[in-house]
């Protein structure tokens, strides 16, 4: 029984890499081969499914964009081992192969501004390779696997503190607004690398005679896809800490916080059809009250 299988030399890549791998045939009996061919193809695609109508013309249609970002292909003959005598020349003509496992070579670069895979609520970015051997007159093997690629390594970012207050300097949720309790938070920069750790003061000022629990802490990722017009927008990635509060019954304290940023997210980006963005929400868990929340936008490379 013949088969086709790929092979890539890494388990992920890196964008600007050189991806390298190497196709490799095995046949049972002479086989005529025309070609072997390799294709790598990588695009952006969201997707948002609206409905449409109502009664006997209700119906849901699912919107899409897609954004090419690789397709390239390439014919290996010529690359096969000389004893096999082959012309690299040779368009249209068959190659016999004899019985055995025969291994071609490949390689291909990834675009610098290759996106990193992801696979979200309305948005995906992925990559695709694909193998065939082609036989004339009868079915051609075909492999194909999924290219990983992983986000650049980040560079060093120099960012200027940032304050946040209920009264002047972040975004407060209408919920988190109290007459009685007022804080404010200090971070010493907002852009961040994947696996850093975010360390940060709160300021508070408590008139309200309720006792302050916990410093509750939420990193998450906000998707925003658009598609056909239609755009969405959902929370894909999150992770949240809980800080106990020290000195909870004083009407003015101050305590530090950290929260790390995981290694494995995608980082901030922003794309034709869909963006990642992150933010830091920062609340207080108030005794017998409505929690008081802020929050900021950061970067994430």
């Not at 093997?141 to 060093?156: G, M, S």
Request: hydrophobic residues 30%; aromatic residues 8%.
């Amino acid at each position: 029984m013949s088969k086709l299988e790929l092979v890539l030399s890494q388990e992920s890549y890196k964008p600007g890499d050189k991806v390298e791998g190497n196709i490799l045939l095995s046949i049972d009996k002479e086989t005529k081969v025309r070609d072997i061919v390799i294709e790598v193809y990588g695009e952006e695609y969201t997707h948002i499914t609206r409905t449409h109508g109502s009664g006997k013309n209700k119906r849901t249609v699912t919107h899409t964009e897609h954004v090419e970002i690789i397709d390239e292909s390439q014919s290996l003959l010529g690359q096969f081992d000389k004893t096999f005598q082959l012309d690299p020349y040779a368009k249209g003509k068959n190659t016999i192969l004899p019985v055995g496992q025969h291994c071609f070579k490949f390689s291909f670069q990834l675009p610098n501004d290759a996106a990193p895979t992801y696979d979200g609520s309305n948005a995906e970015v992925s990559y695709e390779i694909y193998a065939k051997a082609d036989r004339p007159w009868r079915f051609d093997l075909k492999a194909e696997d999924n290219i990983r690629v992983i986000p650049a390594d980040a560079k060093e970012t120099t960012t200027q503190s940032t304050t946040l207050e209920e009264k002047s300097g972040g975004k407060i949720m209408p919920q988190a607004l109290s007459p009685d309790i007022k804080m404010s938070v200090q971070l010493n920069k907002t852009a961040y690398k994947r696996g850093e750790t975010i360390e940060g003061k709160l300021i508070v000022n408590n008139n309200s005679g309720k006792s302050i629990r916990n410093i509750l802490l939420s990193l998450y990722a906000n998707e925003h896809a658009e598609a056909g017009g239609y755009t969405e927008d959902s929370t894909v990635m999150e992770t949240s800490e809980k800080v106990p509060v020290t000195y909870s019954d004083l009407n003015y304290f101050e305590q530090t916080f950290k929260i790390q940023v995981p290694n494995d997210i995608i980082p901030t980006m922003s794309k034709k059809y869909f963006n990642i963005n992150w933010y830091l929400n920062i609340g207080l868990d108030v005794a017998k009250a409505s929690d008081l929340e802020t929050e900021t936008d950061l970067i994430i490379t």
